[in-house]
């Protein structure tokens, strides 16, 4: 059966217009996202995957080009989509889960409920005995779990990730990617990851988007899906997949 398609971008466009010269970050992008998927997008760096992921967050708006969700137009930001951002974008003043629970404040959902669903996240990402913690106490991989915590609390449809790893010490990094996945098995929900990290893609993607170099177009899609999990670094099939996107991707470079 054929899964159902909930985002779709339709010949999505950006340039930046300046004093200093224009910039065409995106060129033409149209991709669909099935429901509950790990898509990952994949491309090297500056070639526009962040302007891609904002105009999806509605943060960013498109210069040409249409976003449908559920089948129906959108247009800037949508609760049904929540972002987990490189920096975590933590309030250094506030506890792990008054920062896990924010956006349910803001919602004005009643502090009982807001703590029972935040504390649900927290457990899930595997922050239980932290929620007093303030950020400066806590590791970049911890901070990072806030943020996942924090996302998923507002219930979104769609979580866009903008390498949220990419910051990390590489031991970590591997341990959150892990992690990632565990939260997304457990609580499945339609993930968008961006990273510039073709290991990365390959470990986490059903499907994995490859962009040119900017201004960014889609250049190839892998389908991943049958790439058993846990996937093993070491595979056969894993590094032959790896070795594949690092060739197109050297070819692009050229
Ligand atoms: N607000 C802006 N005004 C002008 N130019 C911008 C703006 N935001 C991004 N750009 C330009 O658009 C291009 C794409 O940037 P973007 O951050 O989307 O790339 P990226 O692929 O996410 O890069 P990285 O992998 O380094 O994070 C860059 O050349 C950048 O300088």
């Known amino acids: 059966m054929e899964e159902k398609v909930i985002l779709e971008a339709s010949h999505v466009a950006k340039t930046f217009f300046s004093s200093k010269g224009d910039t065409d970050a995106i060129e033409d992008v149209s991709i669909q996202v099935r429901e509950n998927e790990f898509l990952v997008l994949l491309g090297p760096g ?31 930001r949508d609760q049904r989509i929540a972002m987990v951002f490189q920096k975590t974008g933590l309030y250094e003043w506030k506890t792990a889960m008054e920062n896990a629970e924010l956006g349910l ?19 899930l990402v595997g922050l239980h005995g932290f929620e007093n913690a303030y950020p400066h106490a806590l590791s970049g991989g911890m901070k990072q779990r806030v943020g996942i915590a924090r996302a998923y609390t507002a219930n979104p449809e769609i979580l866009l990730m903008d390498e ?14 892990e992690e990632i996945l565990r939260i997304w098995e ?17 470990t986490l993607g059903d499907r994995v988007i490859q962009f040119t170099e900017r201004p960014a177009r889609v250049k190839r899609v892998y389908d991943l899906k049958d790439l058993t999990r846990p996937r093993s670094h070491v595979s056969e099939e894993f590094l032959r997949i790896r070795q594949e996107i690092a060739a197109n991707e050297e070819l692009m470079l050229e």
């Open 46 to 76: 500056q070639c526009g995957k962040t302007t891609f992921l904002n105009i999806l967050a509605g943060l960013v708006k498109p210069t040409s080009g249409s976003l449908k969700l559920d089948g129906r137009e959108i247009a800037g």
């Open 105 to 123: 404040k803001y919602r004005k959902v009643p502090k009982a409920k807001r703590r029972e669903i935040a504390q649900k996240y927290l457990d």
């Open 164 to 177: 949220p790893f990419g910051a990390l010490d590489a031991q970590t990094r591997y341990a959150m990617e």
């Open 186 to 202: 457990t609580e499945k929900r339609t993930v968008i990851f961006v990273t510039n990290n073709i290991e990365e893609a390959v």
